[in-house]
C-alpha cells in the first residue's frame, strides 16, 4: 500500500515540474541563457597578465569539435573572472594544462606556443 501511495506522490509530482518547469524554459527569451554563458556566441575573452593579454575564442575550440561541457564544469567556473589561473598550474595539468598537455593539444610549457594564447 506504502508503495503505491509513493508511486502516486512521485508521478504528481514528475507531472507538477513537467507542467510548470518546461513552459517557463520554453518562453524564456534566449538572451537570458546566453548572458549565463562564459563566451556567448561572437564573443571573445581577454584577460591581462604580465605575459601578454590572453585571448580566448570559443568558436576555435568548437571548431575542433569540442563542447563546452568538456571543460565547464569540471575544468572551469561558468563565470568570467571566477577562475584565477597561473602559467605553473596550467604548466601541471590544471585549467589549460589539462588538455594542453602536448598530448591532446599543444603545451602550455613550451615556449614555442606562448603567442597562440597571449597577444603582446
Not at 575550440?61 to 602559467?87: D, N, P, S, W, Y
Amino acid at each position: 500500500m506504502c508503495g503505491k501511495i509513493r508511486d502516486v506522490i512521485a508521478g504528481s509530482v514528475l507531472r507538477v515540474f513537467v507542467i510548470l518547469f518546461v513552459p517557463a524554459v520554453l518562453f524564456v527569451p534566449a538572451a537570458v541563457f546566453e548572458s549565463a554563458y562564459a563566451v556567448p556566441p561572437g564573443k571573445i575573452l581577454e584577460w591581462e597578465c604580465a605575459e601578454g593579454k590572453v585571448v580566448f575564442e570559443g568558436t576555435k575550440h568548437a571548431g575542433k569539435g569540442i563542447k563546452c561541457t568538456q571543460c565547464h564544469l569540471e575544468v572551469f567556473r561558468m563565470r568570467h573572472g571566477v577562475t584565477k589561473m597561473t602559467m605553473k598550474e596550467m604548466d601541471d595539468g590544471a585549467f589549460c594544462g589539462a588538455c594542453h598537455n602536448g598530448k591532446t593539444s599543444f603545451s602550455t610549457s613550451a615556449e614555442k606556443h606562448c603567442a597562440k594564447c597571449h597577444v603582446k
